[in-house]
Nanobody
Framework: QVQLVESGGGLVQPGGSLRLSCAASGSVFSINVMGWFRQAPGKERELVATVSKGGLSHYASSVKDRFTISIDNAKNTVWLQMNSLKPEDTAVYYC???????????WGQGTLVTVSS
């Protein structure tokens, strides 16, 4: 089992920045990829960004060039630096981890990001 604990959400004005962090514990040796998803009110959960333990990252087109995902394997922590935030970035952000085969998925409890003036 893997436990994920997020922090760093909050209220920010449009154009501002926030950094989310997610600390993993438990069977962290089995983790292959970590990342972030988000879910806005009335919408489905969507991928934001992922990063492998080897450092290979992937971004949704809506956040590319504004968000940066990074991972510290020694600390079992992943961060999401969010710049130039827009109101449409408002959502609950969920940390995500998937293990090597059999590819078990784990989720954090979510942290709310609100972009509003």
């Amino acid at each position: 089992q893997v436990q994920l604990v997020e922090s760093g959400g909050g209220l920010v004005q449009p154009g501002g920045s926030l950094r989310l962090s997610c600390a993993a514990s438990g069977s962290v040796f089995s983790i292959n990829v970590m990342g972030w998803f988000r879910q806005a009110p009335g919408k489905e959960r969507e991928l934001v960004a992922t990063v492998s333990k080897g450092g290979l990252s992937h971004y949704a087109s809506s956040v590319k060039d504004r968000f940066t995902i990074s991972i510290d394997n020694a600390k079992n922590t992943v961060w999401l630096q969010m710049n130039s935030l827009k109101p449409e970035d408002t959502a609950v952000y969920y940390c995500y981890a998937v293990t090597r085969p059999p590819g078990l998925e784990f989720w954090g409890q979510g942290t709310l990001v609100t972009v509003s003036s």
